[in-house]
């Protein structure tokens, strides 16, 4: 099917984006420090829109959850609708991107994976996904050489680069696309590097892509 061209305001994507598709273990140091496997193929999971939290809000801690983690992202905006997507094309169907922290309910988590259960509510609940404004496709020219990185309460935590991800960008694309169609507005998470951690109520976090942009959320009960 042939790409469609934008129709709506990228800027506005969390509004009217309908999937937000998460990547896992996609850097081999975050794979080891979490004592899971390097995996052969992208493992996907998915997080609703509900649990987008702009700048200016705060990170919730959901039921039940002792051992909240962060994890800093960067996030790839679909700009154009397509399905079957080539490598080749990939970066075609980009918009733009976000920084991005895929908050996790790492006990929640482990407990559902224990089970063989998904992992739906340890990835997405309410304010499980801090976000940056849409930075524009043209502001990142080398999205596979990114720095990110993580301080909470000023201490750093992450430090990593979009260069050591296992599967890039163009090839997650093409993947994502062979099975579901990958919409305008839709949200990528490409994985975050090591140094994950627990945070508490009461705590900040910092993050940034580079020095091009940063946000904090402070994390309550």
């Known amino acids: ?20 598709v998460g990547i896992g ?5 975050h794979a080891a420090e ?10 996907i999971f998915m997080k609703p829109p509900s649990c987008y939290l702009q700048e200016g809000g705060k990170i919730q801690l959901p ?18 609708t397509g399905v079957a997507i080539s490598e080749s094309n990939a970066m075609d169907h980009v918009g733009g991107y976000a920084l991005v922290l895929d908050m996790t309910a790492r006990d929640i988590q482990s407990k559902a994976k224990k089970l063989g259960y998904p992992w739906t509510f340890a ?6 996904l801090p976000i940056s404004k849409f930075i524009p496709k043209a502001e990142i020219p ?11 309460d000023g201490k750093l935590k992450q430090d990593g680069n979009t260069r050591d991800l296992i599967f890039k960008i163009p090839y997650l ?3 994502i696309s062979q099975t579901m169609t990958l919409e ?21 976090i910092v993050c940034g892509l580079g020095d091009q942009i940063e946000m904090t959320f402070p994390v309550v009960l």
């Open 34 to 43: 979490l004592g899971n496997p390097v995996p052969k193929s992208p493992l």
């Open 63 to 80: 039921p039940g959850c002792e051992q909240l983690h962060h994890e800093v992202e960067l996030g790839v905006v679909i700009g154009k």
């Open 123 to 128: 990835k997405g609940f309410d304010t499980a």
């Open 142 to 152: 080398e999205p596979d050489n990114v720095h990110l990185w993580l301080k909470v």
């Open 25 to 29: 273990r996609n850097y081999r140091e």
């Open 173 to 175: 694309i093409s993947y």
């Open 184 to 204: 305008e507005g839709d949200l990528i998470l490409t994985g975050t590097p090591e140094g994950v951690s627990a945070v508490k109520p009461g705590q900040t």
């Open 1 to 20: 099917m042939a790409a469609v061209a934008p129709s709506r305001e990228l800027r506005r994507f969390m509004e009217f984006g309908r999937k937000i």
